[in-house]
């Protein structure tokens, strides 16, 4: 179940979250392991794997996206990990992003 909670209500990080702004795959991996959920939010509302992709740390997404995390979640603005990943430019990340079925017909708030 994903840890979801109203605007504004100060989610903070997760260590999931740390190690993947950070790139640290090996934490990624070790935290998975361990069963964290892969889909909680920060007080954004971006799961780890938007922050993967806007800090483009392209293991940590893969390791994430292989252990099933959900690339459809929208964060508090209704943007997905592929909005951000084609914000940045980054074709390798949204390929992979694609390659796992991400929504290419989401909308965001304009």
Known sequence: ????????EGRARTALHLA???GQ???VALLIQRKCDL?????DGKTALIKAVQCRKE???TILLEHGADPDLEDDFQN????????AGD???AAELLRYN?????????
């Open 80 to 87: 997905t990990a592929l909005h951000y990943a084609v914000l």
């Open 59 to 61: 293991a940590c997404v």
């Open 25 to 27: 795959s090996p934490v």
């Open 102 to 110: 991400a929504n290419i017909e989401a909308i965001n708030k304009v």
């Open 20 to 22: 993947c702004t950070s």
């Open 39 to 43: 889909d909680a939010c920060d007080e």
């Open 91 to 93: 074709t390798s990340i």
């Open 1 to 8: 179940m994903r840890s979801r909670a109203v605007p504004g």
